[in-house]
């Protein structure tokens, strides 16, 4: 590539994410990966694409909110673009409720997404046993089923999301190569740890998780959620259990036994349909959150011409078509749709630092 307008360093969710925006909209575009596409988090097995509650509304669960919404035409792009199929399917969830109190918030809840939801998405109450052969245990008899929640195959995204900016005429740099160009820095947890050491204050950490998949069809079927525990059914004819939350850890990407044994427990307990399920596969990644809790999206302080898009934690597979679409806006026509709360000025970066490298 002779001249290249905008260089994206990291092959992470957001990092494909924001290529491919750009790249649609015209730009030369250079990725630069160190390990491989999708090596980090995003490379895992679990791809829950599921909304916050609906209530006590802010930036946050608006922007996530239009970007579940955004979530079936936009895989479906990438899908015809790359020829290689994501896994999306929008097939809602299923949440358990432990008594009377969780029973009547969930109700109430009903009302915050109707209004919120705009009538694309339904929350709502029904008996436990609505999904024969797939119902969760609860308590109450009852579970919130809503219509929003979508499940995606992390490793075939982003393997999609790469061969769509190939197709556009991006480059894609597995190694080493030079930064042309504007420059948007999205390298994981480790770019957080950069910058908390190069700024001399903590702006977020990598978190572990651990997670599973085991041989189950349910691919048409909600996915569950309860417990903090996701269970979800892919098109592979598995379900993926996941994930732990490991805030001290040695190793990034090793599972042990007894962690992952724990998961296959809580899951068998709380969807009894998968009690004697074969293990397929175990995974551990390390996820970036930020300090604030939400993505770091925006300009790089002090740094002209250089951007973060970082901070995906739990939600990023969910925001990444929305990250891609502002970001994209940002770099090449400076059109800030960021919310206040994702900028990195938000995080206190405004003193000059090293690259987030």
Request: aromatic share 6%; charged share 20%; net charge neutral.
């Amino acid at each position: 590539m002779a001249t290249v307008d905008v260089t994206v360093i990291g092959g992470g969710i957001f990092g494909l994410a924001v290529a491919e925006a750009c790249a649609d909209r015209g730009a030369r575009v250079r990725l630069i990966e160190s390990r491989a596409i999708g090596a980090g988090s995003s490379g895992g097995l679990v791809g829950a694409l599921a909304p916050h509650v609906p209530e006590s509304w802010n930036d946050k669960k608006a922007f996530q909110l239009e970007s579940l919404l955004m979530g079936e035409a936009y895989w479906a792009r990438i899908a015809a673009l790359s020829g290689i199929d994501p896994g999306y399917a929008r097939t809602g969830r299923l949440q358990p409720l432990a008594d009377e109190a969780a029973l009547d918030l969930a109700r109430s809840r009903a009302e915050g997404a109707r209004e919120l939801w705009r009538g694309r998405a339904e929350w709502r109450v029904v008996p436990a046993g609505s999904f024969p052969g797939w119902s969760p245990h609860s308590p109450s008899g009852f579970v919130v089923h809503d219509t929003l929640s979508a499940r995606i195959a992390p490793r075939r995204a982003a393997a999609a999301l790469a061969g769509a900016i190939r197709v556009h005429g991006g480059e894609i740099v597995l190694g080493e190569a030079r930064a042309e160009g504007r420059v948007v820095w999205a390298t994981g947890y480790e770019g957080l740890a950069a910058l908390s050491a190069a700024l001399g204050r903590d702006t977020g950490t990598g978190v572990k998780g651990q997670s599973l998949s085991v041989r189950h069809e349910a691919a048409r079927l909600p996915q569950i959620f309860g417990d903090g525990l996701h269970l979800i059914p892919h098109d592979d004819g598995t379900v993926a259990i996941g994930s732990s939350t490991e805030r001290h850890w040695d190793q990034p990407d090793t599972t042990d036994a007894e962690t992952v044994e724990g998961l296959r427990k809580r899951a068998v307990g709380l969807c009894p349909a998968l009690d004697g399920a074969a293990v397929v596969e175990r995974w551990a990644g390390v996820r970036p959150r930020a300090q604030s809790r939400a993505p770091v999206l925006g300009p790089w302080p002090d740094r002209p011409g250089h951007y973060i898009a970082n901070g995906g934690f739990k939600i990023g597979l969910g925001v990444a078509p929305m990250v891609g679409v502002a970001m994209a806006a940002l770099v090449l026509e400076d059109e800030d749709r960021i919310p206040p709360g994702f900028r990195p000025d938000a995080l206190g970066l405004g003193r000059k630092g090293e690259s987030p490298r």
